[in-house]
């Protein structure tokens, strides 16, 4: 069966690439995805595939099969701004610098070799698009909320929140990666979790040359608070895998006056949940006294990022076992300890879920010069493991419910809410 499946995935190939060039070249912001959903809709059209559930503005999922065992995949539809890239949209510089366009292709011709044997099998398969999973374009994000045409400001957690990945027992997903340690896959890589936070620092307008001593410069504010971000990073542990970083959103209004109100936007990341609400709390007060030192104030907006991703190992030796048709184990980086996030770290406080990374581009991820270098390395075999590891969860009920039985949820629902909404 699994043989059936790649050569008809290696008859499709010629198709399969099209697709994919056509879809890197339609990058577009979290939930904005329209053309990208035309393109995959006009595709599933042609191989008698039908959407069964739409939902925030761009998501939409398409099943095969029926009953139980009931397997997911996950496709993410989202680009992300990147000026300078040659691919990037005109309007806001979505590009696909992050390779979710290639996670659609993939998960689209593994789904559609699976269709060809659905009649051999028991169980259902269901392929999510999920949009909105790059943490980016947030002023829109909140117009949507306040439109009430999303509740939270990424894919997954809407999702999450309206229980739409209930049904199934398990998911699995993948990204893109550099490859550049020389490992051609990763698996059961773990991902951090992090704490959006937005500081604006708040001073007294002054004319910056006849009188800057009435003023209040909220920039040197924002400086010095940097500067103690700075001397905080020597008392980072290493295990706990923390990164700050963010922007200078808002640097002042105008060049003639002291500036009374910057912005600064910033990730606060760690790998380790407990000590990322401790380390938040530590830069925020760094802010307030960096403020306060200086005769001024501070804002401080907190909004739930992603939370770590904690991959199902049963599961991932699924997937492993099928890259070993590929590659040898030297070639293969298992229990990766990744400080990147995202919103699948939520989906693995329900359910078991692993994400695999994959190599054949070239360039940076998130950067301007990202390219697909080997296509067929990025589609055809990507689409084959995908497709054999699910041919083993549907023909092998007893793995599927050791991997679902020994599954705990990190979180009871209402916690998970509770948590979105910023309550205790």
Known sequence: ?????????????????????????????????????????????????????EFFQTGFSVSIGSGKPHIGLIAELDGIPTIGHPNASKTDNAAHSCGHSTQVTIMLAALDSLNQQIDKLKGQVTLF????????????????????????????????????????????????????SGYRFSVNSTLAGFIYKKITFLGKAAHGA????????????????????????????????????????????????????????????????????????????????CSKALGGNCAIEDIPGYLPLIPNEPLSKVLYKNMLDYTDASKIKYNEKSIAAGDLGDVSVFKPVTQYGYTGFKGTMHGNDLQIADPYEVYIVQAEIVASSVIDLLTDKTLVDNIVNGFQ????????????????
């Open 129 to 180: 698009f999920t949009p909105a999973e790059e943490f980016t374009d947030i002023e829109y994000r909140k117009k949507l909320i306040d439109e009430n045409k999303i509740k939270y400001l990424s894919g997954k957690q809407n999702m999450l929140a309206d229980k739409i990945f209930d049904d199934c027992d398990l998911l699995i997903h993948l990204h893109s990666s550099s490859g550049s």
């Open 210 to 289: 006849v009188c800057p001593d009435e003023g209040i410069n909220a920039l040197n504010m924002c400086n010095l608070f940097l500067n103690a971000v700075n001397m905080l990073r020597e008392t980072f542990k290493d295990e706990d895998m923390v990164r700050v970083h963010g922007i200078i959103s808002k640097g002042g209004d105008t060049v003639n006056s002291i500036p009374e109100e910057v912005v600064y936007e910033c990730y606060i990341r760690s790998a380790n949940p407990n000590y990322l609400l401790k380390l938040n709390e530590t830069v925020s007060n760094a802010a307030r006294c």
């Open 1 to 53: 069966m699994k043989q059936a499946l790649k050569v008809y995935i290696e008859e499709n190939k010629d198709e399969i690439f099209s697709l994919g060039e056509k879809l890197f070249n339609c990058p577009e912001l979290g939930f904005k995805e329209f053309k990208t959903k035309e393109i995959i809709i006009d595709y599933l059209n042609k191989h008698n595939l039908k959407v069964n559930k």
């Open 409 to 424: 949820p990190k979180m009871t629902y209402q916690q998970y809410l509770n948590y979105l909404n910023k309550q205790e």
